[in-house]
């Protein structure tokens, strides 16, 4: 029922300095630009899903909201969204399953730059359910526009996003038998920990055990982003060019794979960056 991930959310203080970073870590231009309900958006658009930048804007109650979790927790992720083909569908399953969805709403978003409209069908389920992991499920009929590449060695995709959890069973049980996500690989590593893929359309859930790092139990954490790259040497030259804080290259995990950390410029994201396997795609690290 869930075809993909739609995109994921990052806060960030200032939408300008945000929108600014991530040109630089991508080498790609905005997609689309919103401002509305407290909130100031940029959106760039990958191969496979879209990375929406989220700042406070103006005054009133949602504002406030996004200015109170940016001083609890600073800039960061702070939400996942699954795209559905019937969101009908996904609501009455995600209230068989005691997810505690919202009622269906309407919501349309237009571009300040185009002025082009998009609109889409929204639930979000209770994150007291997902293991406080906000989760938004959305059906979408038009396609959103591509961020154009603006570099050499431009960032292509994203490979996987990270949830951290101090209870593997239970997310297990979330991400696999209630979600209905596949679970490719399930794996324990002396030094990495449990390490549970679950795939999601063109990318992966990457859900991450390790002994005594959490010490809230009942809560699960967005940790960190990996986006593929497929010249990776091209994209550290440039990154180094536009003075950000990158790793050296180094050889992956997985075999046949070369990947780098990126140290800042990521409004709070740990953020890896992955040349996939000759001919391959898929989680990396």
């Not at 740990?270 to 040349?275: E, N, R």
């Amino acid at each position: 029922m869930i075809s993909g991930l739609d995109h994921v959310v990052v806060l960030a203080g200032d939408i300008h300095a945000a929108s600014a970073a991530y040109q630089t870590l991508l080498a790609r231009a905005p997609a689309w630009q919103n401002s509305g309900d407290g909130a100031d958006r940029v959106l760039f658009t990958l191969d496979n899903t879209t990375l929406e930048l989220m700042a406070p804007g103006g005054e009133g109650a949602n504002a406030d909201r996004i200015r109170s979790i940016l001083d609890a927790q600073g800039e960061g992720l702070a939400s996942l969204c699954f795209r559905t083909g019937d969101i009908g569908k996904m609501h009455r399953r995600l209230d068989r399953l005691t997810l505690k969805p919202d009622p269906v709403a309407d919501v349309e978003s237009r571009d300040a730059l185009s002025g082009a409209t998009l609109s889409w069908k929204r639930t979000r389920a209770a994150t007291e359910t997902t293991r406080g992991v906000r989760m938004f499920f959305l059906e979408r009929d038009q396609t959103r526009p591509l961020s154009v590449r603006t570099a050499p060695g431009a960032i292509t995709a994203m490979d996987h996003v990270v949830v951290a959890t101090p209870d593997p069973e239970r997310s297990a049980a979330l991400y696999g038998a209630r979600l209905g996500l596949d679970m490719a690989l399930d794996r324990s590593h002396p030094d990495w920990g449990r390490l549970m893929f679950f795939r999601c359309g063109d990318l992966i859930v990457e859900v991450t055990h390790r002994p005594g790092k959490m010490a809230d139990i009942s809560q699960d954490k967005l940790s960190g982003i990996c986006w593929r790259v497929a010249d990776i040497d091209a994209t550290h030259a440039r990154l180094v060019q536009a003075g950000i804080d990158v790793s050296e290259v180094r050889t992956g995990r997985k075999p046949g794979t070369r990947v780098m950390t990126v140290r800042g410029g990521t409004c709070g994201v740990p953020t890896l960056l992955v040349q996939p396997s000759p001919g391959k795609a898929g989680a990396g690290d």
